[in-house]
């Protein structure tokens, strides 16, 4: 009889514990848990603009940020954000951490080793920044220079498959680092987005900056944990939605300066 007890107490345990761990944020793995948790739980970069950044009342916006809303809205469920920086993007995932990572993750065979991939919702091209006045047009002209990227970032993977001889890859942890850098005079140039703000700007020299050659073109997906069919076809559902409805578009024009988005494959 004692021992009948103790068996019932450790099963009771044993529920509650299995009970506990659903209530993890990001532990949700199916359209219906997360409906039924009442939240979705989503990540997202806001050091990288114009797809995350913070607005003048220190609050997330951009592309990634308005698609990630627009999930919440068609779920019917609120947002909750947890922000991470490139590298983060994965561990976030496997963590449970959260349900989903939208910021800009670029879909890679490499990555879908460890995620699943929505189809792409957007895209861009890294390419290799730097002063006006360089004479940089190619891979080769990058020996000896020091060139910034951020870490795990597309412009990462294209310079270090490069590997130009005598290039002194830095790479720092989020974008505005790599700008900073770039700014100060730090690093000679830098791998980047197609969108970026530093040509607006002046560094400490008074230098203006400029796009010199194109690193590799990139297409982003709404990355969940894998082995999950339920939510990635739900998600593939969706961005086939706002792509066909026109808001996909509308939230690139209000972001790209006017510039619809890009044609976008699918898979």
């Given at each position: 009889?004692?021992?009948?007890?103790?068996?019932?107490?450790?099963?009771?345990?044993?529920?509650?514990?299995?009970?506990?761990?659903?209530?993890?944020?990001?532990?949700?793995?199916?359209?219906?848990?997360?409906i039924?948790?009442?939240?979705?739980?989503?990540?997202?970069?806001?050091?990288?603009?114009?797809?995350?950044?913070?607005?003048?009342?220190?609050?997330?916006?951009?592309?990634?940020?308005?698609?990630?809303?627009?999930?919440?809205?068609?779920?019917?469920?609120?947002?909750?954000?947890?922000?991470?920086?490139?590298?983060?993007?994965?561990?976030?995932?496997?963590?449970?951490?959260?349900?989903?990572?939208?910021?800009?993750?670029?879909?890679?065979?490499?990555?879908?080793?460890?995620v699943?991939?929505s189809?792409?919702?957007?895209?861009?091209?890294?390419?290799?920044?730097?002063?006006?006045?360089?004479?940089?047009?190619?891979?080769?002209?990058?020996?000896?220079?020091?060139?910034?990227?951020?870490?795990?970032?597309?412009?990462?993977?294209?310079?270090?498959?490069?590997?130009?001889?005598?290039?002194?890859?830095?790479?720092?942890?989020?974008?505005?680092?790599?700008?900073?850098?770039?700014?100060?005079?730090?690093?000679?140039?830098?791998?980047?987005?197609?969108?970026?703000?530093?040509?607006?700007?002046?560094?400490a020299?008074?230098?203006?900056?400029?796009?010199?050659?194109?690193?590799?073109?990139?297409?982003?997906?709404?990355?969940?944990?894998?082995?999950?069919?339920?939510?990635?076809?739900?998600?593939?559902?969706?961005?086939?939605?706002?792509?066909?409805?026109?808001?996909?578009?509308?939230i690139?024009?209000?972001?790209?300066?006017?510039?619809?988005?890009?044609?976008?494959?699918?898979?």
């Open positions: 009889m004692a021992m009948r007890g103790i068996m019932k107490s450790l099963l009771a345990l044993t529920a509650f514990a299995i009970v506990g761990l659903s209530t993890i944020p990001g532990e949700a793995q199916t359209v219906d848990e997360i039924k948790r009442g939240k979705v739980v989503i990540a997202i970069d806001t050091t990288v603009p114009p797809y995350g950044m913070l607005d003048t009342n220190n609050q997330p916006t951009g592309i990634d940020v308005e698609v990630a809303n627009l999930i919440g809205k068609n779920l019917k469920v609120p947002v909750e954000f947890v922000t991470v920086n490139s590298p983060g993007r994965i561990p976030a995932l496997l963590s449970n951490r959260v349900d989903m990572v939208v910021a800009i993750f670029s879909i890679t065979a490499e990555r879908a080793l460890q699943s991939f189809i792409p919702y957007a895209g861009q091209s890294a390419v290799l920044i730097a002063p006006k006045t360089s004479s940089i047009k190619g891979p080769d002209d990058l020996k000896t220079l020091k060139v910034g990227v951020t870490r795990g970032a597309l412009e990462d993977g294209a310079l270090t498959q490069m590997n130009p001889a005598g290039m002194n890859l830095l790479r720092f942890d989020d974008g505005p680092s790599v700008a900073q850098a770039m700014l100060s005079g730090q690093i000679d140039a830098m791998g980047g987005g197609d969108y970026g703000e530093i040509y607006l700007r002046k560094g020299k008074g230098e203006e900056y400029e796009q010199k050659f194109p690193l590799r073109a990139a297409h982003f997906g709404i990355g969940i944990r894998r082995g999950n069919p339920d939510l990635l076809q739900w998600l593939n559902t969706f961005v086939y939605q706002i792509k066909n409805s026109g808001e996909l578009d509308a690139s024009r209000k972001f790209r300066n006017g510039q619809p988005m890009i044609p976008l494959p699918v898979f």
